[in-house]
């Protein structure tokens, strides 16, 4: 196969290119369908006419249906997707893209989908929408199952379809906490989830300000040793990787938090917890939360990052991550990962 593709490739090259266009905007009509062909247009960065005859090429190969309200994909479309995925990731690269990362990061598995989030917004919902498909083939039922904050996490629960597997599904956030883009915080999260899954969800709100004394006296409250004790017994965690100092930022912290994590070479952030390019914490937040040594006893991990600026704060993470930890990020930071690794 691989020769077959490489001959191809070099005796009609434009075949590829126009292969991968076809293909990239099928998997946005599975993504976002229904949708306009405006939408689809701006999603795939092409001008209303070449979306215009896209989809109207794939109407006429019973690829998609278009209706008033846009454009889906069929089941035959359905069809074609999942049998040219193994041969588009060959292509590409990105099947040896996934074998090189996973051998420097030594962990479960690595999923790469197309495009730079920092480039392409819709690279995110690429994002959002692999890391949904690994959530539900290892969930199973009546699990319990912790998520972040943040608008990688957030553009998961739209791509979950409801099924009776994922109805007795608990959602917790995975720390507590109130900032101000409410939409983006883990409680808010938690509860898409749930609504997406058909389960239930348990909110934990908890003020990043407190002092010493204050978090001391909050842990002991009857709603924070219950979510500890749920911490304990977490099923799966899904998580976000933040950068060091865009979270300093993001969480407004002081002058002198923000110069010690510079200083102490903080590069990535997840749980609260921030990391050097080892992957040893250098500062932590004060909070009640995961704590990075549950994470180890955790069956389903699911890290969530994509964007060339956050290769650096992946690498910083996943060198102390848990080997079960599946990592769903896009070409972007992949490639840039491998450049700061050989």
Request: with cysteine.
């Amino acid at each position: 196969m691989k020769f077959s593709m490489e001959a191809q490739s070099k005796l009609v090259p434009e075949m590829m290119e126009v292969l991968q266009e076809r293909f990239r905007i099928l998997k946005y009509v599975e993504m976002a369908g229904p949708i306009g062909r405006r939408p689809l247009g701006e999603m795939a960065g092409l001008s209303e006419r070449e979306t215009r005859t896209l989809i109207d090429l794939l109407r006429t190969q019973q690829l998609i249906n278009v209706a008033k309200n846009g454009a889906t994909i069929t089941v035959y479309g359905m069809r074609v997707l999942e049998e040219l995925e193994p041969f588009m990731e060959i292509w590409t690269g990105r099947a040896t893209l996934k074998k090189r990362l996973k051998e420097f990061l030594g962990i479960s598995s690595i999923k790469i989908v197309a495009g730079d989030v920092d480039e392409l917004h819709s690279s995110k919902n690429l994002l959002g929408m692999k890391a949904a498909n690994e959530f539900v083939a290892h969930i199973g039922n009546g699990k319990t199952v912790a998520v972040t904050g943040g608008s990688t996490v957030a553009s998961i629960p739209s791509f979950i379809q409801k099924n009776k597997a994922l109805k007795d599904l608990l959602f917790i956030a995975a720390r507590g906490g109130v900032g101000e883009d409410i939409g983006l915080q883990a409680n808010v999260i938690a509860a898409s989830f749930s609504e997406a899954c058909g389960g239930k969800y348990s909110t934990f709100y908890y003020p990043d300000s407190l002092s010493e004394e204050a978090h001391k006296a909050f842990r002991n409250e009857p709603g924070v040793l219950k979510m500890i004790e749920l911490y304990d017994r977490v099923d799966c965690v899904i998580h976000g990787i933040g950068n060091a100092q865009t979270m300093a930022m993001l969480r407004d912290s002081s002058k002198e938090i923000k110069e010690k994590i510079t200083s102490v070479g903080a590069k990535g952030e997840a749980f609260g917890y921030y990391f050097d390019r080892t992957g040893k914490v250098v500062h932590r937040i004060r909070t009640v939360g995961i704590q990075t040594n549950q994470l180890e006893r955790v069956p389903l991990l699911i890290a969530v990052a994509g964007g060339k600026s956050k290769a650096e704060a992946i690498l910083s993470y996943m060198a102390s991550a848990p080997k079960q930890t599946i990592l769903v990020t896009d070409e972007g930071a992949a490639n840039e990962m491998i450049k700061h690794l050989i």
